[in-house]
């Protein structure tokens, strides 16, 4: 079987490790990959957007099944477009990718369905949104851009004053682009942050192991919001009580009202929640395998990676109602460019990531890498996502950071406490 992966982050890399070591897979496939991925599978130059390039690719090679990793090419349709060319597709549809691709539509979703969330408000006009701040109690916001924003359109505010520079920037800056034009507000929630993501053939739901994701820049929860700096799993504060409220009260309830809507959804279903006191409520979903999650994730996973993915893509998914996963836990660690998340240089050769890969349990996962001849050098913000598995997750990090060390470039850094967030005590 041949296999097509789109992207070239992180979590593409991960996926064609993954799907590699199938019995049923004879190559894969990246478009447009890093140079992780062209070792680790045939890198083809074709743009994740490219919709009727890849298609043709996809009808010209005989690709069996095809994975869509990014967000971007989910909103676009590229989906529709290997749907309407017959051609097996594991990703959501367009409609169903407005989940993550608009945050109005998806808090209009969990309304709808009664799926726990923040309140919220939503806006068109930046002088509206700035007289509700205006005219509430002075307490913590969000101030979310509706649109795609590669991760960095959430503005946490603490006082009045930073909610309407944060209005104002969407808004009126437009930092975000589009994307920005319309916002939502909503109240800040408190507690453990929890990702859980789960696959669905549009009836049934298989939840995936649990994450914890590091979104702010530096150590301690400070700094901008990143796309992640890190990530491990499981993480504890997944009971299995949990889970299954989650799944009862958060997927199953979200999944019936997207079919309400005439909307099948087939792909990875992703909340992100915080564990408040009140119970788990969602922060946002997503319509894709997280990144960084989907590393330490994917290192724990045992059961053949393709063949859960194409019983998820044909409505098959009732034969694999259980998965089987290393009880060890993983954690990754994010190293970063300089000047990440704001702006930064590329090609930047990076050094030592022979000596990372001799390590037992340990995988670097490439995320903004490319090749110049035989070095590779930095291509993105994200460079790479260094994972290991561990005995418990004290060991995992001991490994990871272990890793970390092995591998430099010019500005390189990453975060000191990826998974320390594990011996927290729930609320």
């Known amino acids: 079987m041949k296999v097509l992966v789109i992207g070239q982050g992180g979590r593409e890399h991960a996926l064609v490790w993954k799907l590699r070591q199938s019995p049923h897979v004879t190559q894969v496939f990246c478009a447009p990959g890093n140079a992780g991925t062209g070792e680790d599978s045939v890198n083809v130059d074709i743009g994740s957007h490219d919709a009727e390039r890849l298609v043709k690719f996809a009808r010209n090679e005989g690709i069996d099944l095809t994975i869509i990793g ?11 477009a290997f749907i309407k060319a017959g051609l097996k597709v594991f990703a959501p549809t367009r409609a169903a990718a407005q989940l ?3 945050k109005a ?8 369905a009664n799926v726990p969330t923040a309140d919220y408000r939503v806006f068109t006009a930046a002088e509206d949104a700035i007289q509700f701040v205006q ?11 509706d649109g795609l924003a590669a991760g960095k359109g959430v503005t946490v505010c603490s006082n009045r004053e930073e909610a309407i520079r944060a209005i104002q920037e969407s808004m009126g800056e437009r930092v975000f682009g589009e994307a920005g034009d319309r916002i939502v507000i909503e109240e800040k929630l408190s507690g453990q942050e929890v990702s859980v993501l789960a696959l669905v053939d549009g009836r049934t739901i298989v939840p995936l192991e ?7 820049a530096y150590d301690d929860d400070e700094g901008p919001n990143t796309g992640g700096m890190g990530a491990y799993s499981p993480a504890p504060f997944a009971t ?3 889970m299954e409220l989650v799944i009862n009260r958060i997927l199953i309830p979200t999944v019936h009202e997207l079919r309400k809507r005439s909307i099948d959804f087939r792909g990875v279903l992703y909340a992100g ?9 969602v922060l946002e979903f997503n319509t894709r395998f997280g990144d960084p999650e989907t590393q330490p994730v994917l290192m724990r996973l045992r059961t053949d990676l393709f063949e859960v993915l194409s019983a998820a893509a044909e409505g098959r998914l009732r034969d694999y109602a259980s998965l089987d996963w290393d009880p060890r836990p993983a954690v990754c660690v994010v190293m970063a460019a300089e000047g990440y ?12 990531l022979e000596q990372a890969a001799q390590l037992p349990d340990t995988k670097v996962f490439h995320a903004g890498t490319t090749r110049q001849g035989q070095q590779v050098v930095t291509d993105g913000g994200r460079v790479l996502g260094v994972t290991a598995l561990g005995h418990d997750i004290s060991d995992a990090k001991r490994r990871a950071y272990e890793a970390v060390k092995c591998v430099r470039w010019e500005g390189a850094w990453c975060r000191k406490d990826i998974s320390d967030k594990a011996r927290v005590a729930p609320p």
């Open 70 to 80: 990014p967000e971007a090419p989910l909103v676009a349709g590229v989906t529709d």
């Open 100 to 102: 993550e691709g608009s």
């Open 105 to 112: 539509f998806a808090k209009d979703v969990m309304r709808a």
């Open 135 to 145: 005219e509430r109690e002075q307490t913590p916001l969000v101030v979310k851009a």
């Open 210 to 216: 649990s994450a914890q994701d590091h979104k702010a």
């Open 240 to 242: 299995p009580e949990l």
């Open 273 to 281: 929640l915080m564990l408040t006191s009140q119970g788990p409520k």
């Open 341 to 352: 998340p704001g702006k930064y240089a590329k090609g930047k050769p990076i050094r030592g």
